[in-house]
């Protein structure tokens, strides 16, 4: 049982919008910084969103996020074949003293 | 360019030791919190501890903590994940990561996959 929340799967045809939420409480999202993170079959993590709703460089603009009280959302646009992946959430548990992960949402691109 | 470079793939029998190794490159190692991160077959990521290599505070998973041992040599630039007694249920890959903010990890190493036999 992860202490983020993501649906476990979305689905949505190339070219469309797809949205995964990541929901937390207080300890962790509510006053914290939110991360997405993807992962491509068969390879380490890959940092996509930092500090809630920037991009690292070399991160297409097609990839968004936000935040909103305990929830957090990364948006993709104009999907892809090659988004197919893994999508994890992390943040900070202040609680807890340790870092936490969404247990990860599948996008298949149909 | 950071780079992290983890030791290769282990197989081993329950019961037996294990360190792992993640080498870091292209920045001052010293300067940043190294985790470590499980991800069991087929499952999600694990958050299992952070250590600052400038004065090895660590911080680890009330998850992880009495099972695992994180440690760092900053005259090499390596971070280390042991085991003093594996069990099946450490089989996984294990992930470093360079944090720079709290639970964000910027730069990944590739991965060590670990597996245990009974």
């Known amino acids: ?110 | 360019e950071v780079q992290l470079e983890q030791s290769g793939t282990e197989v081993k029998k329950s019961g037996e030791s294990l360190k792992i190794s993640c080498q870091g490159s292209g920045y001052s190692f010293t300067n940043y919190w190294i985790g470590w991160v499980r991800q069991m077959p087929g499952k999600g990521l694990e958050w299992m501890g952070i250590i600052y290599p400038g004065d090895s505070d660590i911080k680890y998973s009330p998850s992880f903590q009495g099972q695992v041992t994180i440690s760092a040599d900053k005259s090499i630039s390596t971070a280390y994940l042991q085991w003093g007694s594996l069990t099946a249920s450490d089989t996984a890959m294990y992930y470093c990561a360079r944090q720079t903010g709290y639970g964000l990890f910027d730069n990944w190493g590739q991965g060590t996959l670990v597996t245990v036999s009974s």
């Open chain 1, 1 to 110: 049982q992860s202490v983020l929340t993501q649906p476990p799967s979305v689905s949505a045809a190339p070219g469309q919008k797809v949205t995964i939420s990541c929901s937390g409480t207080s300890s962790n999202i509510g006053n914290n910084y939110v991360s997405w993170y993807q992962q491509l079959p068969g390879t380490a993590p890959k940092l996509l969103i930092y500090d809630n709703n920037k991009r690292p460089s070399g991160i297409p603009d097609r990839f968004s996020g936000s935040k909103s009280g305990t929830s957090a959302t990364l948006g993709i646009t104009g999907l892809q074949t090659g988004d197919e992946a893994d999508y994890y959430c992390g943040t900070w548990d202040s609680s807890l003293s340790a870092g936490v992960f969404g247990g990860g949402t599948k996008l298949t691109v149909l």
